[in-house]
């Protein structure tokens, strides 16, 4: 046996009705949002570049992981078209 509760809201509820809400009051606000005067600090730019490197080191350990895998799955589909 099922209760309905008519406040339970489903995914489907708030992605067709409140979603566009949510986006309407976002875009309109960024219509009428005035100058910050603000700058990105020397504190900032590091975090930013050690952020790249990061996600670079991040890639590049996961391919050295991975690489026997995509290796025989680029052969494998180089002998399939032979």
Known sequence: MKIEHKYVYSIDFIMKN???ILVGIF???ELFISDAFAYIDPGT???ILQSLI???VG???VLKVYWTKIKFAILDRKSKKD
């Open 54 to 56: 990061g996600a670079l």
């Open 45 to 47: 730019g590091s975090m």
């Open 27 to 29: 875009v309109f606000g």
């Open 59 to 61: 890639v590049g350990i």
């Open 18 to 20: 409140m979603l566009p």
